[in-house]
């Protein structure tokens, strides 16, 4: 299995951004795939998740109503849609799946397997 990355850069607090994580290898139709964010000194810590046979969702409080993430099979692409940045939410962001095919409500980087290689999103003030 391989995930990469994309979307990542420099945008001024308020704003929005779009990464993608482009996902191949899988060997089963049941995944849950989720974006994690790390930033310098820092744990890394969960932002989103979602199962794909059911489309379940599950997000970190502290990105809930700005985030969103979604699927597109046909491409095997993990969007993560951010809105109205923060600095706070300046990270290295990372994708990662595991095959399972629902996303657990208190999932933790722990539970992922799979991992891509991060992007880097930079927010200014």
């Known amino acids: 299995v391989q995930l990469v990355e994309s979307g990542g850069g420099l945008v001024q607090a308020g704003k929005s951004l779009k990464l993608s994580c482009v996902a191949s290898g899988f060997e089963r139709d049941d995944w849950a795939v989720g974006w994690f964010r790390q930033a310098p000194g820092m744990e890394r810590e969960r932002v989103a998740c979602?199962?794909?046979?059911?489309?379940?969702?599950h997000y970190e409080d502290s990105v809930k109503g700005r985030f969103t993430i979604s699927l597109d099979d046909s491409e095997n692409i993990i969007y993560l849609q951010m809105s109205d940045l923060r600095p706070r939410d300046a990270a290295t962001y990372f994708c990662?799946?595991?095959?399972?095919?629902?996303?657990?409500?208190?999932?933790?980087?722990?539970?992922?397997?799979?991992w891509g290689r991060g992007t880097q999103v930079t927010v200014s003030e």
């Open positions: 979602i199962g794909q046979r059911i489309r379940n969702t």
């Open positions: 990662a799946a595991d095959p399972v095919p629902v996303c657990y409500d208190r999932f933790t980087a722990d539970d992922f397997v799979h």
